[in-house]
């Protein structure tokens, strides 16, 4: 799906990857991506746990005594298995199949079927597997080229990212870079 010629390939860097991906349409007067799906609150929450995670870490890290800081490591990685098995139990719900994208901190390239006009706002939820973790944000489509009949490639431009949304992409682009996830 990588392609050389395209301008919008000059961003950081590129990663295909895997994930579910769904698309709504969203009016200039929505504000917030994850209320575009009220399916997928539980990913929401979910996700901010990430940033949880980095916190803790950080005091574990800083804890001398070596019992608790064992204890605390342990309970940290209790509680990811079970909000992974939350994830991965809502994303199965959505019964979307994981696809191949092409993800930079700026844009998205994808494949879904005809729906979408160029210029057009969407709001985007991404699901990256196998980590499940989930962003949503807004995105213009500015590219949309056929594949076949029924399908297009698209190019979504997010709109707006705070530094932690692009903080949390390059780090989900980056372990799917080094797990040779394709």
């Known amino acids: 799906m990588n392609n050389n010629n395209d301008p919008h390939q000059n961003d950081a860097f590129h990663v295909d990857m895997t994930a579910i991906v769904d698309l709504k349409p969203a ?70 199949p994981p696809q191949s994208i092409n993800m930079s901190e700026a844009n998205c390239r994808l494949i879904k079927p005809k729906g979408f006009n160029i210029g057009q706002r969407v709001a985007i939820a991404i699901i990256f597997t196998p980590s499940y973790f989930t962003h949503f944000s807004f995105a213009k489509v500015s590219q949309a080229k056929p594949i076949d009949e029924s399908r297009l490639e698209y190019l979504f431009e997010f709109e707006n990212l705070t530094e932690a949304q692009k903080q949390q992409l390059i780090k989900h682009m980056f372990r799917a870079q080094t797990s040779g996830q394709s």
């Open 27 to 96: 009016d200039a007067e929505s504000s917030d991506a994850a209320n575009c799906f009220p399916e997928l609150h539980a990913l929401a929450l979910m996700s901010e746990t990430s940033n949880i995670d980095d916190e803790l870490t950080a005091l574990t890290d800083r804890i001398k005594d070596i019992t608790l800081k064992k204890s605390v490591s342990l309970l940290h990685k209790k509680l990811n298995i079970i909000t992974s098995l939350i994830d991965i139990k809502t994303a199965q719900q959505k019964n979307s």
